[in-house]
């Protein structure tokens, strides 16, 4: 007894642990290991083969100070206004709760449809887990624990979108990013494309100023009638005071002063007619050539 005791090892003897006290205590265990070991493996293998393989598709979004931040809506005042200052943190947050609410997925799910949504799972979750959701379900509503009524695709559709997608803002950047988790690379990109792509669209709608293109559209209605109405009244004070246009006025000089040199011509012939008379004689003939 005394001899056990002294040969005791550990933090309780106050005696350091060797390697060989180490190896002798695994090999003392050594079936108490394998069979944890061989569990562990086990569970391990289930869990590869049954667990859903995942595919991301990824995104990113630049957020910068925008005219709509820096602009007054045409239809008001330019007396004294009040200059709100909003923070870059706020204008994140702001678009983060767009990207993540409830109408954006709705509108994704009408878009690509709920078929779309519920067939992106993968093979594995497909066959094995989504499979034993199934059965569980059937089992409870036969025995009365679970209600019988079915939610709609569109509803299933939209809960399982919002749960497949994540967004997030890195830290001391302008940048948002968003993920799609899906069970096949192809419909996690579609999902995500779709999803930008109505973003866009209310992110356009949100910042459109109310009124603003019937106000313009009103005001070049007016400035057309306005400059055709002085057009008009510049046309009847030409007319009233004889005056024509720049073309018409060029034309006018240019037909006088064809007549003028008409004239000229003219005048030059009749005056040699008349010098050779005068030299020659009155009884003379002279041919008369006029140069046109």
Known sequence: MDRR???AHGPLSGNPWTPWDVARTVWGRRYTFGFVALIGVVFAAGAATIWPIRFDSEAKLFVRMGRENMTVDPTASTGQLVAVQSSRDTELN????????????????DRLG???ILASEGATERS???EAKARLKAALRSVGLLNSS???????ATKKLMSMFRVWTPSRSSVIAMR????????????????????HEEHLRINHNEGALDFFVE???????????????LRAAKNRLGLVSIEGERGLILNAIGSLEQRSLASASARAIAEQRVQYGPDQKFCNTDIA
Do not use: F
């Open 5 to 7: 005791i002294s040969r």
């Open 94 to 109: 702001s678009l983060i709760e767009i990207l993540n609410s409830r109408a954006l997925a709705s509108r994704t799910v």
């Open 114 to 116: 709920p078929a779309a």
């Open 128 to 130: 094995a887990i989504t």
């Open 150 to 156: 079915e939610i709609p695709d569109a509803e299933r």
């Open 180 to 199: 799609v988790r899906s069970g096949t690379p192809e419909s996690a990109r579609t999902i995500l494309a779709t999803m930008l792509d109505i973003y």
């Open 219 to 233: 005001q070049a209605a007016v400035d057309k009638r306005e400059r055709e109405a002085a057009a008009e009244q």
